[in-house]
């Protein structure tokens, strides 16, 4: 969990979660929705509308590249990959805008399908949202590396680190899994690192295009549209450095509205 040190020393402590944004909350109904969907139909989307590279590329069934994402092999699976969305999803589609947030999610999802399409035999059939959620924790770790986040290892102990080690140690995690299995797996690891690679080239072109105000560094990005004080990259970059710094929770009304309306020229 994001945990969001304030100036001062009020407010320390757990965060239990961001409110949803307008692209996270459609992703989270749309993947429960299709989720229901497919037990309701007892499993008989799952070769449709999950990706068998077979079908995908030997029969073209090309939108299984994208459907796949929205298919979850049970309710665990579904949990873990929505709270990921739910806790790291609203700073970063507050960082690019809600548009540019949705079209990354999906591009990391379809990245890792084609990576996976790839890596295992043409009858498989993969489904779930882990590549695009490995593309979304990059993004959080590029755009606040200083972040310190709480993980619950063993749903016990708690660890705190920082956003650039914790995805490291993941990526580490799934490679050695990899190798230890030698692709002999129930887990599609494939998917995970191609989502998370997806995600790191995607980041680094936004930042080279100068696409958001800042990569939550001071002087680093830049992109506000010179539209008045408010747009002005100075300002952005200051409150996105507070962000990355402390985290939401210590925006102040002010800073809040003027990050949205110069979100508002990015997307």
Known sequence: MPYDPLPGGFGRGLALGPPLTPAVRRLLA?????F????????????????VPGL???????????????????????????FVLWMFGRD??????????????????????AISAIAYRSGAIIIGASGAIFGLMVAFAMLFPERVVTLLVFFVLPVNMRAKHLVLLFAGIELLLIIAHAG?????????????????????????????????????GGGARAAGPVRSRA??????????RYGMASLTDDEIRDLTRAKDGFD
């Open 30 to 34: 749309a993947t429960v929705g299709v």
């Open 36 to 51: 229901i969907a497919q037990k309701i139909s007892g499993g008989r989307l799952d070769p449709l509308l999950g990706l």
């Open 56 to 82: 995908a590329v030997g029969r073209l069934f090309v939108w299984q590249f994208a459907t796949y994402i929205f298919l979850h092999a049970n309710a665990l699976h579904l949990l873990f990959n929505m």
């Open 92 to 113: 970063v589609e507050m960082a690019l805008g809600s548009r540019r947030f949705t079209f990354y999610y999906l591009a990391c999802g379809v990245g890792a399908g």
């Open 184 to 220: 002999d797996d129930f887990i599609a690891h494939f998917a995970h690192l191609g989502g998370a690679l997806c995600g790191f080239l995607l980041m680094r072109y936004y930042a080279g295009g100068r696409r958001w105000p800042s990569f939550g560094r001071r002087g680093r």
């Open 235 to 244: 300002r952005i970059d200051e409150i996105l450095d507070k962000i990355s």
